[in-house]
């Protein structure tokens, strides 16, 4: 496949962004201009997609692992280019930063079903929509959207309970959170994944925000909830530590242009 057009492209390997080692962070939202790499790229998957919002389409090229860019060409992870793309906004989905994280997340995807999950055979594009068809038993694969929400505790003294997960970088706190199981409703995910992680009940359960966050195939939906019982208690399985903490007292913070930081902005800010 050949990509035309005059819209950027955006190249990935595994979960990095792949751009011009001169492009600065303001400019990480554009794609790279054609001609900056030809039209033939062995062994890679290149695909293209419509746009959630207007403008052109999407152009996407999904690098194999074994590529090796030039030195004229850097790797950024792609939660470190979110971060620089939105500075201190929430990437909510729409406007340039949603044309990247829906390029991203159809790359994630496409990585994970090149064959059938009934059949096994190798998958294609349907030709009308945007999904993979099984050329041999006829089955439909739609991107995968995995629902799970996050949640910042607040309890009667104003505090917020702020939590280091075994997976988070050596001092980071950040809030609770946890997939939809089948069946439940998400106030029902908050009270659980809070009950399981840390041992706390709560109520007053409130939707606030949500944001696509295809690392890979989420969307996270934003609570806030109110202190209601219990003694904090860390699960130890995900959970390594929980503690309240007052606004003047914070330990280091999740970066910006995550819905985490945004709940987290929106209690030192006074408005949760």
């Not at 919002?53 to 792609?78: A, C, H, N, Q, T």
């Not at 659980?192 to 944001?211: F, K, N, P, T």
Request: charged content about 20%; some cysteine; hydrophobic content about 40%.
């Amino acid at each position: 496949m050949n990509i035309t057009g005059q819209e950027g492209v955006y190249f990935f390997q595994g979960t990095n962004l792949v751009v011009p080692a001169g492009t600065p962070d303001a400019a990480l939202y554009q794609g790279v201009p054609l001609e900056n790499w030809g039209n033939s790229f062995e062994g890679a998957d290149i695909f293209e997609i419509p746009p959630l919002y207007g403008g052109g389409p999407i152009r996407g090229v999904l690098l194999p692992p074994d590529f090796f860019p030039s030195r004229e060409w850097k790797i950024i992870p792609m939660r470190q280019a979110l971060f620089q793309i939105v500075g201190e906004t929430i990437a909510d989905g729409a406007g340039p930063a949603g044309r990247v994280l829906r390029a991203f997340h159809i790359a994630q995807w496409r990585r994970e079903s090149v064959f059938c999950g009934s059949c096994g055979s190798r998958n294609e594009d349907a030709p009308e929509e945007l999904a993979r068809r099984c050329p041999v038993c006829g089955r439909l694969e739609f991107p995968r959207i995995s629902p799970a929400v996050i949640v910042l505790i607040v309890n009667d003294a104003g505090q917020a309970l702020l939590a280091h997960n075994k997976k988070f970088a050596s001092g980071v706190y950040s809030l609770i959170a946890g997939f939809n199981e089948a069946g439940e409703n998400l106030e029902a995910t908050v009270a659980r994944e809070i009950r399981e992680e840390v041992g706390l009940e709560v109520h007053d359960i409130r939707y606030i925000a949500s944001q696509p966050w295809p690392f890979p195939n989420s969307l996270m939906l934003g609570f806030n909830a109110r202190y209601a019982g219990g003694a904090i208690k860390p699960d130890g399985v995900e959970i390594e530590d929980a503690r309240w903490f007052s606004r003047d007292e914070l330990p280091q913070l999740p970066g910006h242009g995550s819905v985490s930081r945004y709940l987290i902005n929106r209690w030192l800010e006074g408005r949760l």
